[in-house]
């Protein structure tokens, strides 16, 4: 099966180092969104992509995330400085332009970051 | 504020039970999918319901949306434990954007 991977899985950092975490879509998708997870607030729209142009970046704190997509292989969004309210899963999905079959989104096993 | 409402936040239930948990919303979607997601893994779609009104079943799980677009419900018939997790919904309002309700948490016990 086609899998989204992301890397890390885990990562601990202290308060002010920087983060980037991976992800690497289904080839073939042409869309990929980056999620955040907390058991307050679920999963929040930091941002999403399609075709590599970022499309919304609403949901994610400017002065410290940026997300990017150097390639169609290849997502990153990093966190600089980090801070202990970033803590949370982080989710990368891809998938491609929804239609009446309902394709969806796959979803990565995420990145559980936590920051001391 | 909200965009999806699910109910019940959770839910523990006996083996061989049925239940039906719900998603709801002020706003009118193109289309609405469900995942359920597992203890350290991502969520995994179930299914994508695009029309009002709309039934679509899976095995033993029956979704269905409802006929103005800005509700659905999940019933799963004779539950088993395999059927534990977070069972969630999404709503599209823009093309290729998804909101996500907060979940329901679904226990099944032997």
């Known amino acids: 099966d086609a899998r989204v991977t992301q890397t890390p899985r885990d990562k601990v950092t202290e308060m002010g180092q920087e983060v980037t975490m991976r992800c690497q879509p289904i080839l073939g998708h042409n869309t990929v969104f980056w999620y955040r997870q907390t058991m307050m607030q679920g999963l929040e729209l930091l941002a999403y992509f399609r075709n590599r142009a970022p499309l919304d970046d609403s949901g994610m704190p400017k002065d410290r995330f940026s997300a990017e997509m150097p390639d169609a292989t290849l997502a990153t969004l990093k966190i600089q400085p980090s801070e202990p309210r970033d803590s949370a899963v982080y989710f990368c999905a891809s998938g491609l332009e929804l239609d009446r079959d309902g394709y969806g989104y796959t979803f990565g096993s995420g990145t559980r970051l936590t920051v001391v | 504020t909200q965009l999806l409402e699910q109910s019940p936040q959770f839910l523990s239930i006996q083996e061989g039970e049925n239940l039906t948990v719900y998603c709801n919303s002020s706003?009118?979607?193109?289309?609405l999918q469900w995942y359920r997601q597992e203890p350290g893994e991502g969520p995994v779609l179930l299914v994508t319901?695009?029309?009002?009104?709309e039934v679509k079943k899976l095995k033993r799980l029956t979704f269905q949306f409802g006929d103005a677009r800005k509700d659905s419900s999940l019933h799963i018939t004779a539950a088993q434990p395999g059927d534990t997790g977070l069972y969630l919904c999404?709503?599209?309002?823009?093309?290729?954007?998804?909101?996500f309700g907060k979940g329901t948490m679904l226990l099944v016990s032997p």
């Open positions: 999404a709503g599209d309002r823009r093309y290729s954007t998804l909101t």
């Open positions: 319901v695009v029309t009002g009104g």
């Open positions: 706003s009118v979607f193109s289309s």
